[in-house]
């Protein structure tokens, strides 16, 4: 069977949490492509954002998961790649809504908002829930032609 990959990332405050999430993933049959950190010590939300998203925009990830304290700076991270899609959620229904709605390749979390079961929540939502295509279609093709237009 095809064991599809999931890359995870985190910044200092979200260490704890990604690690609690990669260990569910590898339960659930998902390869895990773990970006880091790997320990408590203070790092840049950046660096991970930044590597959770261009594993997933390379196809070496099929989606990413990020955390960080708010979720906030690493999801502007991730998005700074034109090929991500990375959603900020708070709930599983957020979660789910991202990808029918909004066919996110990348989950982001604020460990600092959430607890651990919320989180639970809207990583599965984010697995298990198809992009909708149809009327969304056209707003997500949208999304990948603003990066094409010239902004002052
Ligand atoms: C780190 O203290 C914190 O700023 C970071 O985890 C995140 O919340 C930034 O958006």
Redesign the pocket.
């Known amino acids: 069977m095809h064991r599809e990959t999931i890359a995870i990332g985190a910044?200092?405050?979200?260490f704890a949490m990604k690690a609690t999430l990669a260990t569910d993933l590898a339960q659930m049959g998902y390869d895990v492509l773990d970006l880091g950190t790997n320990s408590e010590a203070s790092v840049d939300?950046p660096d991970f954002g930044f590597a959770v998203g261009r594993a997933v925009a390379s196809g070496e990830a099929v989606r990413g998961i990020v955390v960080?304290?708010?979720?906030?700076?690493?999801s502007i991270a991730a998005n700074r790649n034109p090929h991500v899609r990375a959603a900020l959620c708070t709930c599983g229904l957020m979660a789910g809504l991202a990808r029918e709605h909004n066919d996110a390749n990348v989950l982001a979390l604020?460990s600092?908002i959430i607890g651990i079961e919320t989180a639970r929540d809207c990583m599965r939502q984010f697995l298990s829930t198809r992009y909708g295509g149809d009327r969304h279609a056209g707003r997500v093709t949208k999304l990948s032609h603003i990066e094409l237009e010239i902004v002052e």
């Open positions: 910044d200092h405050a979200g939300y960080c304290g708010t979720g906030i700076g690493i604020g600092r």
